[in-house]
């Protein structure tokens, strides 16, 4: 059975579609900033089964058009059998969007079952290896051949200039069916995984956004 935190219903984060979101516990990196920290480390979290999920999805089914799989990280749980079933039925009645940190190696037919993919670009230094950017560029590969949906997400965090080369680096992996969506990192009262990082600011975040556009000329969406 795989680790469940919560569902519930969204409106921000499968734009243009009412969605359903849920979250699976456990996570390959430990960045500073994350704010789901709990479900990274699986820590107090009271845990959900698939049923009560799809209890939650036939209750809501008359107001939602997708269902968000986020996390955590959930391609580490993407060969559980039930997981992957329960998946596959939502897929014929919802419009799914997995989202992902994309350094896992996704199998092409667990891809198949998403309409849309989220993938989150993290600071160079929060990666375990400069082979996480390659597997980040083959599961865009991936994404282009298979999702209608494209996201690229960057959470500013400490210096907006460290995204630059990265971001130089997979440009040629978005094609402009992608759009990029940046907003900061921000330290709240529950707390992040660690305390020794800094917040951004707008200017930072209008200064990235401008880099994309003349740079990759995709659509950029900033959240404030």
Known sequence: ????????????????????????????????????????????????????????????????????????????????????????TQSRRLLLKLDTNGTIPIEPKFLDLFYGISITLKPIGYYKSLDDIDTVKKNMDLANQICTYKELRITLVDNHEQFMPELDYISDHLDSDWKVTLNNAVKVDTGTLADDWNECNYDDLEELGKWVKEKISVPVQMLL
């Open 1 to 88: 059975m795989i680790p469940i935190a919560n569902v519930f219903s969204t409106l921000n984060d499968f734009p243009p579609f009412p969605s359903a979101i849920m979250f699976t516990c456990g996570c390959n990196l430990r960045c500073k900033y994350c704010h789901n920290w709990r479900l990274v480390k699986d820590q107090d979290i009271e845990h959900l089964t698939l049923d009560d999920v799809q209890a939650y999805l036939d209750e809501a089914s008359e107001f939602i058009d997708g269902l968000v799989v986020s996390g955590g990280e959930p391609t580490l749980h993407q060969y559980d059998y039930d997981f992957k079933h329960f998946l596959c």
